[in-house]
């Protein structure tokens, strides 16, 4: 089983440096598309890989590329983001990605650049990635030397400036726009679309902003061509997918897997089936913002497809597990406490919706609910869901409860009636 | 155009507008509160939720915010469908949560837009058991108080003042539900628009806190439409009265000037008029008994008696007077004995701007002119200090050009946050050329400083660089070249330039200003000259008389009268203390009228009582030319009327021409037919004879309360209602109540909009002018094919030396004005008297930070601290304009400056 992102990886070791990378094979996915490869090439071949977002929307990249202005007459400068403000609970696909192999995020990240032709690129990190930032800015540094960024990369004719910057540190920042007010020296609250950063971004200007492990994907489709990338996945979303566990099992952790692993191989192989003493109650399959999976759904494949139609989303594909000797209504009352505490402030059903919400949720895993909350929590979700709020904080937020309303009711019940 | 059906309702709609702002303009109810029609639209609130659907058989449909969303052809929406109606009552549900339950003691009750909006949207009952959220309040100085708890987090305060008005001290802190606006410490808003928080927000975060000083509730006002008398821009004011106190003022929405803003001078200046200081009686001389009170007959008769003796009457007109008490004035003593009350250089100013607007090709704009403009020049006015609402107009002039670019990239002009951010920093071209720094070079292309000739050159230079026939200026630098022509550009390339000058340092530059305008209309259509001027009335003199104050002394001297006239006026502001002395020691009676006690009144044989703005009606010429007519508010307690009322009894009984003005609309009709321009002044609003429907419009509201009782302590008996003669407006609860023509608009409240928010029921369109047009009328317009000669007085390059400094003035906001620095809150704020110089030019002098100084050939007591200012050039001296405490004493345009010593006294820190 190929596993191209985390190919370079081996636990407990340094990273690759910029000479060891280049040995296996690194950089040579630039030299190809910089010295033969026009940048709507190497848009049309991430697009024939159907290489789909990996921040949780699962857009696809090549889509979300196209309405960036090429050409001379196009706006300059012109910005390519990585978000790497991996604050999603639960997550930490990205952490591996950027300690495990810093220059490959560095190759990635120039190529994308080089797609939109963007003159300037940011790393947007998260404020808590201490040892990331500080293995990505020595890696910034050895290629700036080699001539991988910098004035005429590789003799191509194309410039690149490449600047990391750590976050202030709150969950919005990882929202694409709330990061291009955070990234402006403005508080990080999302902006309104249309219209879109790909028209007006940072400064204003066209950018691009896409997740880590998405970018991380594109040395690789551009070395072996868009069909070996759909190849490695059991579904029709293209590549492998970082995977990852936390909750009651034996072995917590991430691993790449093809796109389309089902849950129950992710569990029972991976992460080592459940502790003893612990049996399987559900599952939010990718971070906190998505609703729960149940023993129904074990089998079936985790890919963005698959979970809408289960009534979730993939998300960041990192699962949570449930067992049976947690409280649900507990972790509930977690994920609003986070929720809440993390919404920006900017739209009123979020800024006041959540912290209630979590006031009523806490009360009743206190013992204090009223027979009527249930029904209250019900309606706030339908208040908060997609459209309703300025940005996506919200209806993620209540994403799991809504589902813990549905699967787990007897729980919350049973504390009111207690 | 486009069809927009509205549950099922076809209406037109436009399609530059966003659906909020398009279906409010129809009439429709849809409640809001992030979104103001200045502001554009944030999307914050979600309030203006509606239902859209994606044909007529989807009965589903999604949520949309109305004011994201754009109109377009052929869509469908409803206001009214169950879910978007339950959807926006949980909005109001949420704010609920944190929002106090103090509207009983809330000032902004029965005002109050969160109020309207939550039985708007028929929330009446919050299940919400938790404990409030609370914070600590700012002290944010005299003029507005802070209640943070009451906030439901709309941003607008933050968006008006930042990006409206530009301020830098009022921020949006925290996040979550914990999102507090304030400053980052207590004490007063630096922004000199600070005061439409008041109006901005939603509910009583902001309130006036002079209104909190004698508070009463917002109904029980009684209100007439006014004009603001605190400097020439004329801005339309609604005061309100209670007990025969004025209580604040509210802006009164004109889409040609003001629109939805006033400054804070304009604002809180008002407390002049209960000031204790006020006169209210006739006030005799005599002179073992100083002054005593006597009654209006006896006043009369001692009118009589003067003019019956008088050897000649000569008449000293006001800026700060009604045309018609200036006209009255003009009427009674000759056209040729009649001067105009103002400084001598400011007279000559004004006669040049008068020239220029009568003789030549360039108009003047109104502020919604200036908001249009895509290219402003200022030459030497401080604008934020002298005309600060043309201050904030040229701030939105200045996103014109840039928002080309949000265009561009298909961004509505509606949507605020985006066009932000698209444009970011960008400003279009702004060129600001003073004396020295001010609030408005942050957002210039480029700013510079210099002496009044040299920014005069420059502007000569510019018009010669437009048009060859132009006089060229000789010895320019390269620098000065070279900012010549980049200015140059910038007006050839815009579709609307703007030239903006004013009254505030001398002739030449408003003559420079001239020839830039003419000599870019050569090449041009729409090209504007705007001059901001110093009074309320300053333009309405400058045409009725060009007789200077000092010409006065001439017909003094040559005896053909002896009694002076002097109305509503402060000579002592006028010129220095030896030159007022002079003239008025030549005339053997004065008689002042005036409302306020002053050094002229101490003058005075005869003090005569005249009206404030509040207590009596008449009409003002704003800067732009535009005559304006204002209503009396309340019946003043003693024997105040307006001065024409008073100068009526001088007039010999034969002549019988003011004797036999009793209306106000007698002294218009007079005037009109006196003088071809101002014959527009008896349209500009409806004759005291006008009746809606048969009934005058009530000055008191539907809600005034305590009718029969609140004269109870003088007289059980209700009193009927005292009857203005002069307007169509009634001291009374009664009479029509439906909406007044413009001009008589004296409050803003609609069905279910209690706030100011009311507004769009009185607008044409949302944002548009007033239905029936907004009030006021031009009384010059300029003569497109005129071809005056330029002006050729150009000055020579200013040298500093060390035999002296130049002096100029500086302009102040607060303090600088005559009438609103009597007010306790702007007297707190108001600047102090200092001269400010370049440090090079100090270190000649051996001068240092905080030395007081004295001037050569100003005689006063005051001492000035030295401030160090590096934006005035060397060998530049700039002195507060207008303070109270350096009246009478005149600046000579040069001389020297040194350290005061203090004899007998030895300086210690504890001084």
């Given at each position: 089983m190929e596993r191209p992102l985390t190919q370079n990886i081996r636990q407990g070791e340094a990273p690759l440096n910029l000479e060891q990378y280049e040995r296996a094979g690194g950089y040579q996915a630039l030299r190809k598309a910089l010295l033969t490869m026009t940048p709507r090439g190497v848009q049309e071949e991430v697009k024939k890989a159907n290489l789909l977002g990996r921040g949780g929307a699962g857009v696809a990249t090549a889509f979300k590329w196209r309405f960036v202005p090429l050409g001379d007459d196009a706006p300059y400068p012109k910005y390519f983001i990585v978000n790497g403000d991996e604050m999603e609970p639960g997550t930490f696909k990205d952490r591996l990605l950027m300690e495990g192999d810093p220059h490959q995020l560095i190759e990635s990240a120039i190529l994308c650049s080089y797609a939109i032709e963007a003159n300037i690129a940011y790393i947007?990190?998260?404020?808590?990635y201490r040892k990331s930032a500080r293995l990505i800015g020595a890696a910034i540094q050895e290629a700036y030397q080699a001539g991988y960024l910098g004035e005429n990369i590789l003799g191509s004719n194309y410039s690149l400036e490449l600047h990391l910057h750590s976050s202030a540190g709150r969950y919005i920042c990882g929202e694409e726009t709330g990061l291009l007010n955070a990234l402006e020296g403005k508080p990080s609250m999302p902006r309104a679309k249309p219209p879109f950063p790909q028209t007006s971004g940072l400064f204003g200007q066209p950018t691009i902003v896409n997740n880590v492990e998405t970018v991380c994907n594109v040395p690789h489709i551009i070395n072996n061509g868009s069909d070996w990338f759909k190849s490695l996945s059991k579904t029709g979303d293209g590549g492998t997918k970082i995977y990852g566990v936390s909750g009651n099992v034996n072995n917590p952790g991430a691993w790449e897997l093809p796109m389309g692993t089902t849950l129950r191989e992710l569990i029972e192989e991976h992460a080592g089936g459940m502790r003893d003493g612990y049996t399987f109650r559900g599952a939010l399959p990718g971070g906190a913002s998505t609703g729960f999976l149940l023993e129904k759904h074990l089998d079936l494949p985790m890919d963005f497809i698959t979970m809408n139609k289960a009534g979730t989303r993939l998300g960041t594909g990192t699962v949570i597990v449930l067992d049976d000797q947690t409280s649900v209504v507990g972790m509930m009352k977690n994920l609003m406490h986070f929720f809440a505490q993390e919404?920006?402030?900017?739209?009123?059903p979020c800024r006041e919706g959540l912290p209630w919400i979590e006031k009523v949720v806490h009360a009743i895993a206190s013992g204090k609910g009223k027979k009527t909350d249930i029904q209250w929590l019900e309606r706030q979700c339908k208040l908060l869901g997609p459209g309703n709020t300025f940005c996506a904080l919200a209806p993620g937020a209540i994403a799991p409860l809504q589902s813990a309303i549905q699967y787990f009711r007897e729980d919350f019940e049973s504390l009111i009636a207690e | 155009m486009a069809a927009v059906y509205i549950d099922n309702i076809a209406y037109e709609m436009d399609e530059k507008l966003n659906l909020l702002q398009a279906a409010l303009s129809k009439g429709l109810d849809i409640p809001y509160f992030c979104w103001h029609p200045a502001l554009g639209s944030a999307g914050s609130c979600r309030l203006c939720a509606v239902k859209q659907f994606k044909d007529e058989h989807d009965t589903q449909g999604k949520i949309v915010m109305s004011c994201m969303t754009p109109v377009q052809d052929g869509t469908r929406f409803s206001i009214h469908d169950p879910e978007v109606t339950a959807f926006r009552k949980s909005i109001l549900e949420f704010l609920m949560v944190n929002h106090p339950h103090d509207c009983p003691i809330?000032?902004?009750?029965?005002?109050c837009h969160l109020q309207d909006m939550t039985v708007m949207t028929g929330h009446n009952y919050r299940e919400y058991r938790f404990k409030k959220r609370t914070f600590r309040n700012q002290n944010l100085g005299p003029l507005i108080n802070h209640e943070m708890n009451r906030c439901i987090q709309c941003y607008r305060c933050e968006r008006f003042y930042t990006d409206y008005a530009g301020g830098d001290d009022l921020h949006h802190f925290g996040a979550h539900n914990r999102i507090y606006f304030g400053r980052f410490e207590d004490g007063p808003f630096k922004n000199e628009f600070s005061g439409n928080l008041v109006e901005i927000c939603p509910t009583g975060v902001f309130t006036d806190k002079t209104l909190k000083q004698h508070y009463t509730r917002k109904w029980d006002l009684q209100t007439a439409p006014s004009v603001c008398v605190h400097c020439a821009v004329g801005c339309n004011t609604v005061p309100g009265e209670r007990y025969g106190t004025l209580r604040r003022i509210r802006n009164r929405y004109n889409g040609e000037i003001n629109k939805y803003f006033l400054c804070d001078r304009g604002r809180y200046g008002y407390e002049f008029v209960n000031h204790e200081n006020r006169a209210r009686h006739p006030m005799l001389h005599q002179k073992e008994k100083r002054f005593v009170s006597i009654s209006m007959e006896e006043a009369k008769q001692q009118l009589e008696q003067i003019a019956t003796h008088s050897r000649g009457l000569i008449g000293i007109g006001s800026p700060r007077a009604p045309l018609e008490s200036n006209y009255a004035l003009w009427k009674l003593v000759g056209k040729e004995n009649f001067f105009a009350g103002v400084d001598d250089n400011e007279f000559q100013i004004q006669q040049t701007i008068i020239d220029i607007f009568q003789n030549g090709p360039v108009r003047s704009p109104s502020l919604q002119d200036i908001r249009k403009a895509d290219a402003v020049l200022i030459l030497g006015e401080d604008l934020t200090n002298t005309a600060p609402m043309m201050a904030l107009a040229v701030r939105q002039a200045v996103r014109n050009q840039a928002s080309k670019i949000s265009r561009s990239v298909g961004i509505p002009d509606w949507q605020d946050a985006a066009v932000h951010n698209a444009i970011q920093d960008k400003k279009g071209p702004l060129f600001v050329l003073t004396a020295a720094e001010t609030k408005l070079d942050t957002i210039a292309q480029e700013s510079l400083h210099a002496a009044p000739g040299d920014i005069a050159r420059l502007g000569y230079a510019i018009a010669h660089a437009l048009d060859s026939s132009a006089p060229p200026v000789g010895g320019m630098t390269n620098e000065e070249e070279a900012l010549v022509k980049q200015i140059t550009q910038a007006l050839l390339q815009a579709d609307r330039p703007l030239i903006i000058s004013g009254c505030s340092l001398n002739r030449e530059v408003v003559e420079s200003a001239a020839n830039a305008a003419w000599a870019l209309q050569k090449k041009k259509t729409d090209v504007q000259l705007a001059y901001s001027m110093m009074e309320c009335n300053s333009f309405g003199l400058a045409l009725l008389t060009n007789q200077s104050l000092r010409s006065a002394n001439q017909t003094l001297d040559a005896g053909h009268a002896d009694t002076v006239i002097i109305l509503e006026n402060d000579l002592y502001r006028r010129g220095s203390q030896q030159d007022i002395d002079a003239l008025l020691n030549k005339a053997e009676t004065i008689i002042v009228l005036d409302h306020m006690t002053h050094s002229t009144t101490e003058r005075a044989d005869l003090v005569l009582p005249a009206s404030t703005f509040a207590e009596g009606s008449g009409t003002f010429v704003n800067q732009e030319g535009r005559a304006q007519r204002y209503y009396q508010v309340f019946i003043p307690e003693g024997d105040i009327q307006d001065s024409w009322r008073w100068l009526?009894?001088?007039?010999?009984?034969?002549?019988d021409t003011l004797r036999r003005w009793n209306r106000l609309d007698d002294v218009i009709s007079a005037l009109s037919s006196e003088f071809p321009q101002f014959q527009p002044v008896k349209d500009i609003a409806p004759t005291a004879d006008y009746r809606a429907a048969g009934q005058k419009i009530p000055r008191q509201t539907y809600r005034y309360s305590g009718r029969t009782a609140i004269n109870a302590h003088r007289e059980i008996h209700e009193p009927k209602p005292k009857d203005d003669v002069d307007s169509p407006l009634a001291f009374s609860m009664e009479g029509y109540t439906g909406v007044p023509p413009a001009p008589l608009i004296h409050s803003f409240w609609a069905p279910g909009w209690n706030s100011i928010q009311s507004v769009n029921k009185f607008q044409s369109e949302v944002d548009g002018p007033l239905r029936g047009g907004d009030p006021g009328k031009r009384l010059i317009e300029s003569n497109q094919t005129a071809a005056p000669a330029y002006f050729h007085s150009i000055p020579d390059t200013f040298q500093a030396t060390e035999e002296g400094v130049l002096f100029v003035p500086l302009y102040h906001i607060f303090g600088s004005e005559e009438l609103s620095v009597q007010s306790p809150g702007i007297h707190q704020l108001a600047a102090i008297p200092y001269l400010s110089m370049h440090p090079q030019t100090a270190e000649t002098m051996n001068l240092e930070e905080g030395d007081l100084v004295e001037i050569e050939g100003i005689e006063t007591d005051i001492e000035f601290p030295l401030k160090l200012d590096i934006s005035i050039p060397p060998g530049l001296a700039g002195y507060p304009a207008g303070l109270p405490q350096l009246k009478g004493a005149a600046f000579p345009l040069f001389g020297t400056v040194k350290r005061m010593v203090k004899e007998g006294r030895i300086s210690s820190p504890h001084d």
């Open positions: 947007f990190l998260r404020w808590a919404s920006c402030g900017w739209c009123i | 809330c000032d902004e009750g029965g005002e009526r009894a001088m007039e010999p009984i034969q002549n």
